[in-house]
Nanobody, 121 residues
Framework: QVQLVESGGGLVQPGGSLRLSCAASGSIFSINDMGWYRQAPGKQRELVAAITSTGTTTYVYSVKGRFTISRDNAKNTVYLQMNSLRPEDTAVYYC???????????????WGQGTQVTVSS
């Protein structure tokens, strides 16, 4: 069983910062890409940022220069540092990881339960 547990969401004023964390646990042989998605009410889920196992990062244009994704491979954890937050960043943020649970298995995509981020004065 593989679990992704997110933390760090909450309410913040415009211009503020939050740091999201997502820890993978359970049967894990290796982790490939990790990323953060978000879904605002009435909108489709979108990729916010992703990071490969070797540290290459990708960002959606709207968060470039404000958000930073990083990972700690020893802890099976991915982070999203969000600065200069805007009301339009309000959404449920989901962690995603491509994980190989065992040496005999292959990679599959796993999701966290989501954490609410609300940017409002």
């Amino acid at each position: 069983q593989v679990q992704l547990v997110e933390s760090g969401g909450g309410l913040v004023q415009p211009g503020g910062s939050l740091r999201l964390s997502c820890a993978a646990s359970g049967s894990i042989f290796s982790i490939n890409d990790m990323g953060w998605y978000r879904q605002a009410p009435g909108k489709q889920r979108e990729l916010v940022a992703a990071i490969t196992s070797t540290g290459t990062t990708t960002y959606v244009y709207s968060v470039k220069g404000r958000f930073t994704i990083s990972r700690d491979n020893a802890k099976n954890t991915v982070y999203l540092q969000m600065n200069s937050l805007r009301p339009e960043d309000t959404a449920v943020y989901y962690c995603n990881a491509v994980i190989r649970p065992s040496i005999s298995g292959w990679y599959d995509s796993y999701w966290g339960q989501g954490t609410q981020v609300t940017v409002s004065s």
